[in-house]
């Protein structure tokens, strides 16, 4: 008896789906931006999981530390302020520091951008604002 109903299950729920396993491809792939073709070395690409977040939060006199994937080869890290001062804040490593006092930084906007080279020579990036309030 339990067999019968577990065949009778599996065959209301196969019955159920609708979906052809082309039509499950086509609706699973319309989630994905297509792409001009295969990565070459030498050009950039923006890569959105480089950084965790898209907004990251920092008080006046305070510090924020940053670590990503040290999978890369290169790496270039820069700040840029609302009025276009750019900040330096490293490179060659996985790992950035920002200390407010220390860049000189005013309340505000800034927009926080990685640059990552891999060993085939592809570079990608990824962006991020950091408000520096008194929150």
């Not at 067999?3 to 065959?11: D, M, T, V, W």
């Not at 790496?75 to 950035?96: E, F, N, P, R, V």
């Not at 926080?112 to 309030?133: M, P, S």
């Amino acid at each position: 008896m339990r067999r019968l109903l577990f065949i009778l299950s599996c065959l209301f729920l196969a019955a159920s789906c609708s979906y052809t396993p082309e039509e499950m491809v086509e609706d699973y792939n319309k989630n994905f931006s297509p792409t001009d073709g295969p990565q070459e070395p030498g050009k950039e690409y923006w890569l959105p999981s480089l950084l965790e977040y898209d907004n990251y939060y920092i008080r006046p006199h305070s510090y924020l530390d940053f670590e990503v994937n040290s999978g890369y080869v290169e790496y270039a890290w820069t700040l840029t302020g609302a009025d276009g001062k750019s900040y330096d804040i490293g490179h060659a490593y996985w790992t950035a520091h920002i200390n407010t006092n220390e860049l000189k930084m005013d309340e505000g906007v800034y927009t926080l951008t990685l640059r990552v080279k891999n060993r085939l020579g592809i570079y990608y990036y990824d962006t991020a604002k950091v408000f520096v309030e008194d929150y």
